[in-house]
């Protein structure tokens, strides 16, 4: 449809609302094509968000986002266990976040870590929206409202942001009438407000925060995405709390088959598959989303050189050199001069911007283009959108009242991922802390340790562990602050996998570290879970752990989980103890295999439910009373399970 035809129904609307015949049934039809074309201009905007993607920036080829998107883990947090505490528990898929029973309120929040995926699962909710897919959770919706946080500067409404980041520009539906639209399809709407932790804006009474209290459009349903540890705390105990969990090796083998061999090479997919559990230290970064996917394409391409990363740094540093090669083979296929070579001014500028922007502005940094060409010059900027490591974007500047139509647009430059920014910013961070000790330079010690104290280790563990493994005289000053921050051990033992590359060299580290309590808790960060859990990977491969205690208060394992975890246990030779604190187990285990392994090796598996507890007999596989050795019958076994959910309803 033309503009001049938009623009005479557009008329027609109007002289139909205001005429006194117009009768109900032909304004309910006008209202519905109305509707039908809103809905259709939004499909046509969506469609190209999500039609042509590139997994890493610098491949030719890209894909839709169905092809590549993968439901990885998601969990919700359960509130329907004991008053004080709640836990989280593992859905089937993402389609089940709109049908759990316990998900009563119409409000949710996704988190995730970076690279977790919540941006890419919005886009395959469009994409679902779109097609009209059956089997998606948004059948049932009429509209679908998604809108970049980040893009929001000076835009004051839900009605001003569709209109100037939505909708095409051309088109001709006002705000007033978004507004009307949305008031009308309210019970059948979804709006996803992406990254709510990037939205320029952080006051309370603003008005997004009004739709996530309710207060605007009550009735919708709405999802807002965030990364982990950025969630409105007010928010929290009457909203939805689902979050990403990353890769399993079974999706990173589906990711693997589905988009990189189309399912019919196993011999790449065996490669990539034997690379994985022999990089320990790697293991966990590789659950990362959008770390593996890179690892992928790039073992693809190059593997001889990812046999030798042993460390995230090591890894990140192939990848970032990997972007600077393809630029530059791309520019001399086109017979141009990529340019690529820049001062060492020009780059020292740009770990220092990268820094300030996360002192800043937390984890999301940004300028105004016009502002960072005369801080380190245009070239510079393109050749870096060019590779893939910095974007461009289009932001209103209207912070004032004044009405949308007078706002200026102007461009913004932010990192094309966070990961980048902690990359580049850990030069800086590394080049600052290592002239510490530098004679030559006259300047007071703790003055420039003071720098440490800017950023949380565990908001930016990434920026410590790439400044740790990219200058060692840097990491030992990093390494005895950490050592005074509250659970700054795992970070201590992460930050020095970092600087050495293997293992070799630091086992009494590790001796020392395992030799204390290692606690994991529900309540604990997936960031400090899954340190832990690498943690206890490696010092399990070194030989270093001999018990292994689950405290999980209220939690009912499933056999599956007690699976995984007694597999764990039968690989790690020197652990003879397992025991499993205040969670409810299965009424016995019976893979004979497993049970012959821990056999051989010696391993006491109990379970303390309570104060009373119960030894896995590795014969029969069933529990038995610690005095008599006696069977745990079906319907002692019962009674426990009762009072365990007595305890904890």
Known sequence: MDRKSKEEDGQEDAAAASDPLVTPNLEESILKNRMEQFKAELKTEYEYSYRS??????????????????????????????????????????????????????????????????????????????ANDEESCLCDVDILIVVKMRQLSGVSSIYEAIKCFVLSKDSNFSIDDIEEILSEAETSLVIVLDGIDEYPHHSLSNHFMNIIKKIILPKCKLIVTTRSGKIPQECVDWTNLVRLTGFSTETQEMYVREVLTSGNDDETLNVIKEWLPSTSILYEFY?????????????????????????????????????????????????????FVTSEKHNQEFNRLSFQGLQLQSESPQWKKDLLIKEIGESFIETFISIGILREE?????????????????????????????????????????????????????????????????????????ACGLNPACAKHILDYLSHVE????????????????????????????????????????????????????????????????????????????????????????LKKVRFNYSMLPVGFHRRALLTLLTENNVEVLWYPSEVWYRLNLNSGTWEHKIDNTDLTEEDYNRVVSSFRDINV
């Open 53 to 130: 993607i590139r997994p890493i920036p610098f491949l030719e080829k890209q894909y839709p986002v169905q092809r590549l998107f993968l439901d990885g883990g998601v969990e919700y947090l359960s509130k329907d266990q004991t008053k004080h505490q709640h836990r989280w528990q593992k859905l089937d898929s993402y389609k089940d976040i709109f049908n759990k029973n316990v998900m009563e309120d119409n409000r949710w929040i996704i988190e995730g870590e970076p690279g977790s995926g919540k941006s890419f699962l919005t886009l395959q909710l469009t994409y679902e929206w779109c």
């Open 487 to 574: 659970c700054g051990d795992v970070f201590v033992m992460l930050c020095l996998l970092e600087q050495r590359g293997k293992v070799d060299g630091i086992k009494d580290n590790l001796r020392e570290i395992c030799s204390r309590t290692l606690q994991m808790r529900n309540q604990d960060t997936r960031v400090i879970q899954r340190s832990v859990l690498q943690l206890i990977n490696i010092a399990a491969r070194e030989k270093n752990v001999e018990q292994l205690w689950f405290e999980q208060n209220g939690h009912e394992m499933t056999d599956i989980e007690l699976d995984g975890i007694l597999s764990f246990v039968a690989k790690c030779k020197k």
């Open 287 to 339: 659950q990362i989303p959008l770390i593996f996917v890179t690892y992928a394409h790039l073992s693809h391409e190059t593997e001889s050189e990812l046999l030798h990363f042993t460390s995230m740094t090591s890894f990140f540093s192939h990848v970032i050199s990997s972007f600077y090669s393809h630029f530059d083979n791309k520019m001399e296929c086109a017979y141009m001069d990529s340019g």
């Open 394 to 466: 289009e932001r209103i500047s209207n912070q004032t009242e004044e009405p949308l139509s007078n706002s200026e647009v102007i461009k913004i430059i932010k990192f094309y991922h966070n990961l980048y920014c902690d990359w580049f910013a850990a030069h800086y961070l590394a080049d600052v802390i290592a002239k510490v000790d530098d004679p030559d330079i006259k300047s007071d010690g703790d003055e420039g340790l003071e720098i440490l104290e800017d950023l949380d280790p565990f908001t930016f563990q990434y920026l410590y562990r790439f």
